[in-house]
């Protein structure tokens, strides 16, 4: 049940603070705005492997370049833990709540973009136990397909040798063992849609 409730709360608050950016923006006569859903897996530092729904929200802040603020949520879900069998540490769960910056790098006429950029915000990592709010900094890479005139398809940029497209990492005050606290998505898919 505590676990219910923070999942709610925290989201309350991510929409909170989305409609208070949006209405921020409200008069931009910018377009091209976009909402963006990505699913797959996560790993962390405690070999805690999970699975991974963000959603997030792109706002462009230059009309003749491929800038964006993104305003996003990501959550992990602990499954199981890696292939490295070491169980004694605990289950995480996290929440992942923050803005980021992108860049779209045109590869190929509009169809294939490189989308790069970093991001902070708050991650709350907890488990039955214990509950912790840790400042975060992230790096991403993503490479965007586009399949219809409002559709684009996200993958990690070097699917074969490295399947990740995120790196978030944080300081770590309250668990044992590592002063960093950090955790990879990697096997994402995505779709980001124009709104």
């Not at 049940?1 to 999942?7: A, F, H, N, P």
């Not at 992942?96 to 860049?103: A, C, T």
């Not at 002063?179 to 990879?184: A, V």
Request: positive net charge.
């Amino acid at each position: 049940m505590k676990l219910l409730l923070i999942r709610i709360i925290t989201l309350i608050i991510f929409f909170c603070f989305f409609m208070a950016n949006a209405q921020r923006f409200k008069n931009d006569t910018f377009c091209n705005n976009y909402l963006s859903f990505q699913s797959g897996f996560t790993f962390d530092f405690y070999n805690s492997l999970g699975a991974r729904l963000q959603v997030e929200y792109y706002k462009k802040i230059k009309r003749k370049q491929k800038k964006y603020i993104g305003f996003f949520l990501d959550n992990k879900v602990h499954l199981t833990y890696a292939a490295t069998d070491n169980y004694g540490y605990p289950q995480l769960n996290t929440i992942f709540v923050g803005v980021n910056y992108h860049y779209m790098v045109n590869l190929w006429k509009n169809r294939l973009l490189w989308d790069i950029g970093a991001g902070t915000g708050c991650m709350s990592v907890f488990n039955k136990t214990t509950l912790s709010l840790l400042p975060t900094f992230n790096l991403h890479a993503t490479l965007d397909f586009k399949i219809s005139k409002k559709c684009f398809l996200q993958l990690p940029p070097l699917l074969v040798f490295l399947p990740f497209n995120k790196a978030s990492l944080a300081y770590n005050y309250n668990f044992k063992n590592f002063s960093i606290y950090g955790q990879f998505p990697f096997l994402n898919l995505g779709l980001r849609y124009k709104i």
